[in-house]
């Protein structure tokens, strides 16, 4: 019975990909196709996801302060080896939002052919920092642990979002092994967060949009944001706090690949943090582009931008030997 529910779920939310995707083909070629061959590109685009994809929804990969978190897994069906990974991580400020909202940003990466994770994590209003970034790591690790059961080749692995969720992906990605909020992740034996013995976790590439990169700089002073406020609480210690969950504090050589997409007009996070990231990672020697919107706000950039942003993730990605997968057949 579930599993026929879930066929009937499946069913419609296709059919809401394909009215969505519609609106959003720009990340395509197909954006300057006549009106009847798109709606048929449409068409058989969603055809081939419905085929090509088995969606798990709701995986639990980790519990919190009594909440069971959740993660919808889009796995390539009849692959005969393990296919890379994409980790998406929705937006809202760390304090809103929820993982049904992301579904357009992942349809990219699912016609890559890309198995994808899309991930929730408690927000501020329910746990305060340093909430999200303990779950959305233990999330990688759920994953890792689950690599062959699933064929992911953790060896390619993409975290990506946008805002809130480009901060995420920026922190899951940057941290060290060993971190200390990798210790609120579930383990056979917790002795092996002490010895060292819990498996290292991996990453290939980051693709960040305008994500927050020092929150300490969202604290106080002309760029203060009433997001940043709320998530870090008005515990003694918010300004170490802050800096511990800054992605600038982690910039060293040997991190994942790292592209930044930003508008230079946002309100909402400043331009001048992906600058500052790009110029930090260029003297570390880490590799890293960045994408500056001309005039761009906090995304719903034009559609020759979105599909500027789409060809250059698509060669940043081949650059790194990540997409060595099959696109969908259409």
């Excluded at 419609?12 to 959003?24: H, I, K, Q, R």
């Excluded at 990969?61 to 980790?87: F, G, H, I, R, W």
């Excluded at 408690?122 to 746990?127: D, T, Y």
């Excluded at 930044?260 to 260029?282: F, M, N, Q, T």
Aim: glycine letters at 8%.
């Amino acid at each position: 019975m579930a599993r026929s529910i879930f066929r009937l779920c499946r069913a419609a939310a296709v059919g809401a990909l394909s009215a969505a995707f519609a609106l959003t083909v720009s990340v395509n070629v197909m954006a300057q196709a006549p009106t009847a061959k798109r709606a048929e590109t449409v068409v058989e685009f969603v055809h081939a996801l419905s085929g090509g994809y088995v969606v798990q929804p709701n995986l639990t990969y980790s519990t919190a302060n009594n909440v069971e978190l959740k993660l919808d897994l889009y796995l390539p069906q009849n692959t005969a080896s393990p296919v890379p990974l994409v980790m998406f991580f929705h937006g809202g400020g760390w304090v809103e939002g929820r993982k049904e909202s992301a579904v357009l940003s992942l349809l990219p990466y699912l016609e890559m052919g890309f198995a994808v994770a899309n991930v929730a994590y408690r927000l501020g209003r329910v746990s305060p920092a340093p909430a999200a970034v303990e779950d959305t790591r233990c999330a990688l690790r759920w994953l890792s642990r689950r690599a062959k059961e699933y064929k992911l080749d953790m060896s390619k692995v993409v975290l990506t979002g946008g805002s809130a969720g480009g901060h995420l992906a920026l922190m899951t990605g940057m941290l060290p092994n060993g971190s200390p909020f990798d210790r609120a992740c579930a383990t056979d034996d917790s002795t092996r967060w002490v010895n060292g013995a819990e498996p290292a976790l991996t990453v290939a590439a980051i693709i960040n949009y305008f994500g927050i990169v020092d929150v300490e700089d969202l604290l106080s002073g002309p760029n203060a944001k009433h997001y940043a406020i709320e998530w870090l609480g008005a515990g003694p210690n918010r300004e170490a706090l802050a800096r511990s969950v800054s992605p600038i504090q982690y910039v060293r050589a040997g991190l994942p690949a790292i592209l930044s997409v930003h508008g230079d007009a946002d309100k909402l996070v400043p331009y001048a943090h992906s600058v500052r990231l790009h110029e930090e990672l260029k003297k570390a020697g880490v590799a890293n582009e960045m994408l500056t919107v001309r005039g761009g706000g906090h995304g719903g950039f034009a559609a020759p931008e979105v599909q500027r942003i789409a060809t250059a993730i698509r060669a940043f990605l081949a650059q790194q030997g990540v997409t060595s997968v099959t696109p969908i057949a259409r």
